[in-house]
């Protein structure tokens, strides 16, 4: 069979199966995920000496040794995957609810139900926990997935897969509902986003690379976030305490992560003082600072920031410093640079938090808190499948609701229309 | 200026006048729409004169009168318009709403803001309404729009655009944000639709060749419906008066229209009784009835369906009927000829209403009510920028709401995390 025919036969079973998994029970489908957890605690050893072929790869491929770490599962991730579908296990099915049903003036009643979107395809790269994560998210949801990880994982992928399929099918639910796409072959992927009369969605996670080719060469609605240039603006009244806590938190708790700090913007009335006191606590925690003119009037020794330096995603140790007028060349700056990811405000003054909260329209808008908190679970959404800085459908992070859409139920006696 | 350059130049400047845009209140988006009306209505000669240059050109490339009728403007058409607009500035503005405000355990408050999505481009043909029609629904939801209507009504939608910018210059607000494409060269289309860092939304309107075109060639995400085979099932247990009226009401009222029953579907304890009734009546109706073979034991003298009748849309006088045994016949029915627009069931069995609600999954699903309420004005929506007959960002008529997003937001006192 051709790459191209078997996808389309992977595709077309994971549809069926995604009508059945649409009308499971939430108990049914709590069950099923907590029997995959079981089942992968059980089956750690089978995993491991899978998970081997891949390191034995990698190295002999000379892989960077961060990407090799990725790879690795040992009992501790495989411990951390069945938790977390335990997890999502825990967490609310949005599947079935009804909102807004109310009344016409002809006596029909109008709401909408939310319903799975049906296939969901998640493409990426390294890590082999996604395959349990992303599986565990979609199925909770109602739908069936196709998981296509990168080719340096495929023996893990397979063997996760192998023992979460074990689960459907122990429970008399379709296997096909969870399809891991077992060949290594690139153009699998390009045929996959050719099938939109089947995959309802794409979510490619991993690099920018990989994001761009999938959303180049997609048919089927791509959520996606390419990176995550995130701005704190220290607004004049702001309380020196708390913007040097909250900065300090975002740049140093995590750099190479997308929610953290990567532009502080400060307003001019204070750059004398807060400039220095900032700068020599970024130090303090081993960050460079990059520095506009002004910014380095009042600290002299650090480096000048150049052009690339507004809306680089260090992902490091390293922080972009702007002075500014006011917030109207805060928001001009984040608009021109910014990423529509997290942007944060530290103020004590009503009317620009107010101002900021309704003006920046990236995906998460903070007052007085850390980007950090831009996540999933730190967001209640309780896990989360990706963050979308695209604004179709979803708009930051992305829990199981996002996974769903909602279609319009009308309760009648017989109306028909005049 | 080349087509690229100029698309590019007229989608920054819309992306430059859709923040202002974001930030105007609903008092004042209001006003420009009653302004926009009062101007349509005092400059409706012009309309017409403009108009007239279409009409000729039409007639000259011999254009099918439906196509022409279509196409012109005269003074009931050009007040349709400004009442329209004079409805979408009474509707609720769903910008700025703030839903589901609650605590995380650390203190901060999460909530999510409703914004607007940016820029719409809208693609369409002929009817010269949709100009006027569009433009008030983006702008009212805080948007900047992009129209590009079909060469045919070139002049006609070059008026309405300058009559709309007027408004749009005299309160003071940037014109930018209503862009009519003033080229009728097809290029300027795909130009467009590769914009995707400008450019959030495309919406296509028109026939299934426009439709594909645009969504095959976007970079930029597209809600679209290719075409509505609404189906009609009459179960066993149905009402027999209530199912022939509401049968007839969906195919006869409006053929021509996407919710419109194309294939009815009838359980087989009941053929033998309604069959005979239902042809008959259809056919007092002068509808043509297409019928399988069990369907044809009961009414002999009506041509046999044909495998390409299942999910035609015929859009015209003519009705496919099929007898299927049970409830999950039909949904298989569905599943496999239906096109995700709205499905009705006409039943007095409790358990069978529910189960097409929760198992039917298309945008629009009804028990014991007409397939013609599925429209955004008959739900409530109150006016429609389009149908979506795929899942992601919104499924089913589109209203207000469909052209917004929504974005975090955090309210903290100097929360970091731990």
Redesign the interface.
């Known amino acids: 069979m051709s790459i191209s025919d078997e996808m389309r036969q992977l595709a077309e079973e994971a549809k069926k199966a995604g009508?059945i998994m649409?009308?499971l029970s939430s108990g049914i489908k709590n069950d099923l995920l907590n029997q995959m957890a079981s089942a992968l605690e059980s089956q750690s050893q089978e995993l491991i000496d899978a998970n081997e072929n891949d390191l034995v790869a990698a190295r002999q491929r000379e892989l960077a040794p961060a990407m090799v770490d990725r790879l690795v599962l040992n009992e501790e991730r495989i411990q951390s995957m069945a938790d977390g579908l335990r997890e999502v296990a825990a967490l609310p099915d949005p599947v079935?609810e009804i909102t807004g049903m109310?009344k016409?003036p002809n006596g029909?009643q109008?709401g909408r139900?939310r319903?799975?979107?049906?296939v969901i395809g998640i493409v990426y790269e390294s890590r082999p926990n996604v395959t349990a994560d992303a599986a565990g998210l979609c199925l909770k949801s109602g739908n069936a997935v196709i998981l296509r990880g990168g080719s340096e994982a495929i023996h893990s992928n397979r063997a996760i897969g192998a023992i979460l399929k074990q689960a459907l099918t122990a429970m008399g639910l379709p296997a096909a509902a969870l399809q891991v796409v077992d060949t290594t072959d690139r153009s699998a992927v390009l045929e996959l986003l050719k099938l939109e009369e089947l995959i309802?969605?794409i979510i490619p996670r991993g690099g920018e690379g990989l994001i761009r080719f999938v959303?180049?060469n997609s048919?089927i609605?791509v959520i996606k976030h390419y990176k995550g240039v995130c701005h704190t603006f220290v607004d004049a009244s702001a309380?020196f305490d708390?913007a040097e806590?909250?900065c300090i938190?975002e740049k140093v708790?995590r750099p190479g992560v997308c929610n953290a700090l990567e532009t502080l913007l400060i307003h001019k009335d204070i750059a004398e003082t807060f400039v220095p006191r900032i700068v020599a606590a970024l130090r303090d925690n081993g960050v460079e600072v990059r520095g506009c003119t002004v910014t380095r009037e009042f600290a002299p020794d650090i480096k000048a920031a150049t052009e690339e330096d507004w809306g680089a995603e260090f992902l490091e140790l390293i922080l972009a410093v702007k002075v500014v007028d006011d917030l109207d060349e805060a928001a001009d700056h984040i608009?021109r640079y910014g990423s529509l990811h997290t942007e944060t405000i530290v103020t004590r003054d009503y009317a620009n938090s107010q101002r900021f909260?309704?003006?920046i329209?990236?995906?998460?808008?903070?007052?007085?808190?850390?980007s950090?908190?831009?996540d999933g679970n730190?967001?209640?959404l309780g896990a989360e499948i990706g963050i979308s800085t695209?604004?179709?459908?979803s708009?930051?992070?992305m829990g199981l609701e996002d996974l769903t859409?909602?279609?319009?139920?009308?309760?009648?006696?017989?109306?028909?229309?005049q």
Chains 1, 2 share one sequence.
Do not use: C
Request: positive net charge; without cysteine.
């Open positions: 009508r649409a009308s079935g109310s016409r029909i109008v139900m319903i799975p979107l049906g309802d969605l959303s180049e048919r609605p309380d708390m806590k909250i938190n708790q608009n909260l309704r003006e329209n990236s995906s998460v808008v903070m007052v007085n808190a850390s950090r908190f831009s730190q967001l209640g695209t604004k179709l459908h708009f930051g992070p859409t909602r279609k319009f139920i009308v309760l009648g006696d017989g109306q028909i229309r």
